[in-house]
């Protein structure tokens, strides 16, 4: 007899069958697929003509061997592999289904799993069978027919009827259907009931009795790799060949993995995912939202256990920018359009359309876009739509980590999605652990083919399989754990946005949401005469008047200190040392917050320390096409500076912070001069360095030459950075001086030997005052003074004090007495009101005020003001006397 060389794998699953041929490494031979018809009776039913499956198997199984030119005598065995949880009931007697078959993606049960849980049955079911009560299930589907369709119970139980998935359905029929066919399952299919005891794996008594099922109506359960039964000589073989493996579809993907050991998981992205991982001989009952489930079992061997987790809306969110959006043609061209774009631009698309599923399990959330602001772009939507898909599949595997107590170490992966190189690379990073992509693509066939092989000996053992698993892709992660954090938590905050969705009365005018319970045809009567922004106005005063002496601003930020709307905050989370006197502190800014600034832009921080709020501008150091949420400022403590100093020595993490908006007109235009000189002393470095790391992150680094003045080489900050990108961009030169052994940098004596070509560059300078007046002279007596932008951070406050006296904020209704150095803005927020500002150096008018009644004074000019509703800056200005103001 000649020795067999494949082996076959039926594959029947939601809207297609097909039959695959396999050989001794693994190798597709042939395959042939036909679709069937998707039925659709009424809203939330999906039903699958039984009889046309079974009709369609038998042309994929002739279609199959035709094309390889093979019969039954050249398959050692054959397996399959379906989609789970559908069920087929049907008169063994006849072969005749009852009705058509209930898919598993079929509502119509939901009344049934909510009575079981009203009950108090959930706790149970969960137990026995590691899954919740759920429409879902073929459980409920099954008891929906004995109750629903004429004849189905009596006949049940006289022992004609049967139950069974498409598994069963096609295993009857390829033994032999009404003439003797066998009617098995498999312990994986078994597990999808709601029946099944995972201890004991038998149909459990007391499980049966909750859904009034006889147990003659079900299958004998078997393992997923053992000889069955044979096909019939006359069936669509044409021969007798081993019916040997059987698994449903997800435990099918993780077997043809070869995800053997614990820890091991994979994947499957399709119109959904669905993530499984091996936990081994373990049976570990999920704390975290997962399904308790069997992963295979392999003839007599032990089960192996796994927990899965199914995600509702992944591929067909990209289907959904396709067909609904129409911003894409082909699917295909989201990974186009996602890549021309560097990062999400704080973008985070939620595809909830029907809920969230593992391991939230909230019906009641639905899909949302945040984080939208005017720079964002489509492309933004589609990159936050790749990154949706792995944000979910991130959540399903923490709470697998958490429930099973394995860590993970790689990520194999199967399905369409997986030709999109970007989102792979994104689920390596948001995971921090290498994603991996065999290269036989059909894992789920395979798997069958594997499990039936094994049975009949093709292959000697699961070894043999590892062996022939090869890796076709592997992405590694390149995001470091604060890019991986941070990116997380902006997702988990946007979860958050999508929840009670459902349930909650919303009220919307305008731009603004009311979550109240009111009549609106009142609403609307009572309010029509008032414009939008008028109405959002009395509404806020009702609510300021009921919860006096706190505003709803204050309850939010009992909850989280970064959530006001009243103002900007921030909370320090990492403060990064970078030589002995200065650090990076690493800033999440609140609500309100821009992250589109320009590279070279700088922030007001306002810290309180013992009960006093302490301000400074300082310079962004982080560039705007950072990854992540956070912004950085990089600061040098000086001995004249407390501010400066409890920054770098004295601030802790979780520190909440006022910030004021970006502001400031040095900043780097997009794209850059073709010629660059950057003039920089001390601590001047740090807009110059969000300019450098711009540059580099967009690709832009043209020619620039870098000076950098510090007192010694250890004192510069950043310098081991900077002579990273001097390696990496050609066109990037530095010139550092250190001014303790070299001397001051002298424009007239040295420009030209580290810069001969200065005067065809544009220049930046920023540093010490003498450095910039020295060179704004410097400049102007070459008549380039046009190429000369300076970046000054001191005041000017070249104006005398005012006379101080009693400051009135009359909406307040409290007073401040302050002498003539203290400013408006200092006086008010001494006295806790919460006053407007944002650069605070009289720049961005940001804290102007309207003056009711006295005369201030001008800080920088001596200008003095005494018009009744004349705006003034408050951050600038001082009281001449007794002085009133509109706040």
């Known amino acids: 007899m000649a020795e067999k060389k494949y082996v076959g794998a039926i594959d029947q699953g939601t809207t297609s069958t097909r039959f695959m041929i396999f050989d001794h490494d693994g190798a597709e031979v042939a395959r042939h697929q036909l679709e069937h018809e998707q039925i659709l009776p009424r809203a939330g039913w999906v039903e699958h003509d039984a009889e046309e499956i079974w009709e369609r198997t038998q042309e994929v199984l002739e279609g199959a061997l035709e094309r390889a030119g093979l019969g039954a005598d050249d398959l050692a065995a054959i397996g399959i592999t379906n989609q789970r949880e559908t069920t087929v009931v049907w008169d063994k007697r006849t072969g005749k289904p009852y009705c058509n078959a209930i898919v598993w993606q079929d509502t119509r049960t939901d009344k049934i799993a909510k009575a079981l849980t009203d009950a108090g049955h959930d706790e149970l079911i969960k137990h026995r069978a590691g899954l919740p009560p759920a429409a879902y299930f073929s459980g409920g589907k099954t008891q929906w027919i004995l109750e629903n369709v004429d004849g189905v119970r009596e006949d049940a139980e006289a022992g004609h009827a049967v139950f069974g998935n498409t598994d069963a359905w096609l295993i009857w029929h390829l033994t032999g259907g009404a003439d003797g066919g066998l009617h098995v399952t498999d312990v994986t299919n078994a597990s999808r009931t709601m029946l099944m005891d995972l201890e004991t794996l038998d149909w459990d008594d007391e499980l049966l009795a909750l859904f009034d099922i006889p147990r003659s109506m079900l299958p004998e359960i078997r393992s997923s790799s053992e000889v069955y039964g044979e096909t019939t000589a006359d069936g669509p073989l044409g021969g007798a060949v081993p019916v040997a493996g059987d698994l449903g579809d997800q435990h099918a993907a993780l077997f043809g993995q070869a995800c053997f050991e614990p820890g091991l998981c994979k994947n499957t992205y399709g119109t959904g995912n669905f993530l499984v991982l091996n936990t081994g001989s373990e049976l570990v009952r999920s704390q975290n939202g997962l399904l308790t489930t069997l992963g295979y079992k392999l003839g007599d061997q032990p089960p192996v256990y796994a927990l899965e987790g199914s995600i509702a809306v992944t591929g067909s969110a990209i289907q959904w920018l396709r067909d609904q959006l129409g911003v894409i043609q082909a699917a295909a061209e989201s990974e186009t359009l996602a890549a021309s774009v560097e990062d999400n631009g704080g973008v985070y698309f939620v595809p909830a359309f029907s809920g969230l599923f593992a391991p939230y399990w909230r019906p009641d959330a639905r899909g949302a876009v945040v984080g939208l602001s005017r720079y964002n772009t489509i492309a933004h939507i589609a990159r936050a739509a790749l990154e949706a898909v792995c944000y979910q599949s991130k959540d399903v595997v923490d709470a697998m980590v958490a429930d099973a107590g394995l860590e993970l170490e790689a990520l194999r992966v199967d399905g369409g999605i997986t030709a999109n190189d970007l989102c792979m690379q994104i689920q390596a990073d948001v995971l921090g652990v290498p994603v991996s992509k065999p290269v036989v693509a059909e894992t789920t066939a395979l798997g069958a083919a594997y499990a039936a092989g094994l049975a009949v000996g093709f292959w000697s053992g699961t070894d043999e399989l590892v062996a022939n698993w090869a890796e076709d892709r592997r ?137 006093k709020f302490h301000w400074r501008s300082y310079s962004l150091s982080s560039s705007p096409e950072r990854s992540g949420r956070t912004v950085s400022i990089t600061v040098r403590a000086m001995p004249e500076g407390f501010l400066s100093d409890h920054l770098v020595n004295g601030v802790p993490p979780g520190t909440i912070i006022r910030l004021g908006l970006p502001a400031g007109d040095f900043v780097l235009p997009d794209p850059p001069p073709a010629k660059l000189l950057f003039l920089v002393g001390g601590s001047g470095i740090t807009p110059v360095m969000s300019m450098l790391r711009t540059m580099d992150r967009r690709g832009t680094m043209p020619d620039v030459v870098l000076s950098y003045s510090s007192t010694t080489h250890d004192r510069m900050i950043f310098r081991e950075e900077i002579e990273a990108l001097v390696e990496k961009n050609p066109g990037l030169t530095l010139q550092p001086r250190a001014t303790d052994s070299e001397g001051m940098l002298e424009l007239d004596k040295h420009l030209e030997d580290l810069c001969p070509d200065w005067r065809e560059r544009e220049v930046w300078a920023c540093g010490p005052g003498p450095m910039l007046d020295a060179a704004e002279e410097f400049w102007q007596e070459a008549g380039l003074e046009d190429r000369l932008h300076l970046e000054r951070f001191s005041l000017n406050l070249s104006g005398d004090g005012g006379e101080g006296g009693t400051i009135t904020f009359r909406n307040s209704g409290k007073t401040a007495e302050v002498d003539g150095a203290t400013t408006i803005l200092e006086a008010g927020e001494e006295a806790g009101i919460g006053m407007p500002y944002g650069c605070r150096t009289g720049i961005c008018h940001t804290c102007t005020v309207t003056l009711v009644e006295g005369k201030i004074r001008d800080l920088r000019n001596g200008d003095e003001f005494d018009q009744p509703n004349e705006n003034v800056q408050t951050c600038v200005t001082v009281p001449v006397g007794d002085c009133t103001l509109n706040i």
């Open 475 to 611: 992405w590694e992660s390149e995001w470091d754990d604060e890019q991986r954090e941070q990116g997380y938590a902006g997702w988990r905050k946007a979860i958050e946005r999508t929840l009670d969705w459902v349930e909650d009365t919303c009220l919307l005018r305008g731009n603004r949401e009311f979550p109240l319970e009111v009549d609106v045809a009142l609403l609307d009567r009572v309010t029509s005469w008032l414009p939008t922004d008028k109405l959002w106005e009395s509404v806020r005063f009702a609510g300021r008047q009921l919860t006096t002496p706190l505003l709803p601003d204050d309850y939010l930020s009992q909850i989280n200190p970064r959530w006001t709307a009243r103002e900007v905050r921030g909370e320090i989370v990492e403060v990064k040392p970078e030589t002995e006197d200065a650090a990076t502190v690493v800033i999440r800014p609140g609500w309100g917050w821009s992250f589109n600034h320009a590279p070279g832009q700088y922030i007001g921080i306002g810290i309180q320390v013992e009960g």
